[in-house]
């Protein structure tokens, strides 16, 4: 009688947490008088499939189990867990000289035991990867290399209608992938998009260096026409015409004292000293004397009332308490008529 708990012939020495390649865990040949204890000879999560003398198949999925092994030549364990699977693959774009980097996650577990041992699949991620870039290849190759979101969309919805993967080992098979450019790709690609933002950037500083610059023109010609206003109307003595402006433009009232200030200055200062010129063409010295200093007083109190906004008053000799010196107002005697007159 064979002993079940013998060495098996084929042990992966695999566990729940290992990362299998082939779903087999275990295979036993049996004897003719081989004894099968009920339930405890094999992990409860594992299907038996038993192998029998016409080479046909029995399988026992969890928690069923062969009762005796006489009918049996064979028995294979089948992990039927789920096990995940990532795996980088290349796929060719519409351009020889570029290819997709494919990332594809997986999930796969055995759903028909007995159609994995038949199909005598031995290496599960080799039998998808190659079903799967089989498949894609020429899904892959009606984009170019800078479509790699369009491509993967692609993949996406021709797996929605695609043969089922793994569907001839008995499996089940979920699966996405992830489409880029290849390395040297992305590399031009972020060395293009650097250029255009520093191009971006330039025409930006650019622009912003045009915007000051017209800023600035704006300045001096509003500048200079505020400085035309400001001559015209000083040059005018624009009384009215200021008090006017003023009340609209309070803002201005000083460059508007200060200009007007400074220009009357100018005009009574030249205006005395033409008349200095004038008073001191004739006559005798002792004589014009007196004159001179009422003529220039008066100027210099008229111009003075002129300066701070006051209208020109009347004529000195109206004004009470004013008396009219000696001689003022009448020509002085020639020397020759004094003569006479002696």
């Keep these: 009688m064979a002993d079940f708990f013998q060495r098996p012939d084929w042990d992966q020495q695999a566990h729940r947490d290992s990362d299998l390649i082939d779903a087999v865990v275990t295979v036993r040949q049996l004897g003719r008088w081989s004894v099968l204890p009920p339930r405890a000879h094999s992990r409860i999560d594992y299907a038996l499939v038993c192998v029998t003398a016409k080479g046909t198949y029995d399988a026992y999925l969890p928690p069923r189990r062969p009762v005796t092994a006489r009918r049996y030549t064979g028995m294979y364990e089948v992990d039927t867990g789920v096990h995940p699977l990532r795996a980088e693959l290349r796929l060719p774009s519409s351009d020889d000289a570029h290819e997709f980097e494919v990332t594809v ?19 599960v991620p080799r039998l998808l990867i190659g079903e799967l870039e089989h498949a894609a290849r020429p899904v892959a190759r009606r984009f170019s290399i ?28 979920t699966w996405t992938v992830q489409v880029r450019r290849d390395a040297d790709n992305i590399e031009h690609a972020r060395r293009l998009q650097a250029i255009r933002h520093a191009t971006a950037e330039d025409v930006l500083i650019q622009e912003q260096a045009m915007a000051r610059a017209r800023h600035a023109l704006e300045l001096q010609r509003f500048d200079a026409q505020r400085l035309d206003f400001y001559q ?40 005395i000293n033409l008349i200095k010129e ?10 014009l004397e007196g004159p001179k200093r009422i003529v220039l007083q008066m100027i210099s109190d008229f111009f003075t009332q002129r300066l701070s906004g006051f209208p020109a008053g009347p004529p000195p000799d109206a004004l009470p308490g004013w008396e009219r010196p000696s001689g003022y107002g009448h020509a002085p005697t020639p020397p020759d008529a004094k003569g006479e007159q002696g």
């Design 105 to 123: 996650l997986l999930d796969w577990q055995v759903t028909d035991p007995t159609q994995y041992v038949r199909s005598g699949c031995r290496d």
């Design 146 to 173: 800078a479509d790699s979101a369009a491509a993967e969309s692609a993949l996406l919805t021709w797996w929605e209608g695609a043969e089922v993967l793994g569907e001839s080992a008995g499996l089940h098979v």
């Design 232 to 271: 015209r109307h000083l040059a005018q003595g624009g009384v009215q015409a200021w008090a006017l402006h003023l009340a609209g433009h309070p803002e201005d009232t000083r460059p508007v004292l200060d200009g007007m200030q400074d220009h009357e200055l100018k005009l009574i200062q030249a205006q």
């Design 278 to 287: 004038l008073l001191g063409g004739s006559g005798e010295a002792h004589e």
